[in-house]
C-alpha cells in the first residue's frame, strides 16, 4: 500500500517562501514519477512541477518556473518543493501524487494512482 503524506504549508506574504515536503511509503513497483498538483479555489487542478524518483527530467509549469524547485531525497523517501517569491495567485491546496510513466512531462491526472491529503498554501498581498 502507498502512501504519500504532506507537510509544510501555511500563510505567508507575497514574496515570502515555504517548502512542501511529501513524504512516501510503500512499494516503489507502480511508480516512478512523482509531482505536485495544485488547485485554487473555484478552479480545476493543474499541475506544477514533476520528478522521476531517480532524480531525472524535472518538469515545471511555466507559470512557476524560476520561483520553484522541486527534489527528492531518495534516502528519506521524501519529495520537496520549494517555493520561493510567491504570489497571491499561488495560493492553492497543494498536493503530492505519484504515477508510473515513461515519457516527459507531467502527464494527464488521470495517470496518477496514488495521491496525497493535500496542504493549503496561503499567500496574502
Known amino acids: 500500500q502507498v502512501q504519500l503524506v504532506e507537510s509544510g504549508g501555511g500563510s505567508v506574504q507575497a514574496g515570502g517562501s515555504l517548502t512542501l515536503s511529501c513524504t512516501d511509503s510503500g512499494s516503489t513497483a507502480s511508480r516512478n514519477f512523482m509531482a505536485w498538483f495544485r488547485q485554487a479555489p473555484g478552479k480545476e487542478r493543474e499541475g506544477v512541477v514533476g520528478?522521476?524518483?531517480?532524480?531525472?527530467?524535472?518538469w515545471y509549469a511555466d507559470s512557476v518556473k524560476g520561483r520553484f524547485t522541486v527534489s527528492r531525497d531518495s534516502a528519506k523517501r521524501t519529495l520537496y518543493l520549494q517555493m520561493n517569491n510567491l504570489k497571491p495567485e499561488d495560493t492553492a491546496i497543494y498536493y503530492c501524487a505519484a504515477a508510473w510513466r515513461s515519457v516527459a512531462g507531467i502527464g494527464r491526472q488521470s495517470e496518477y494512482k496514488y495521491w496525497g491529503q493535500g496542504t493549503q498554501v496561503t499567500v496574502s498581498s
Open positions: 520528478l522521476y524518483i531517480d532524480g531525472n527530467s524535472p
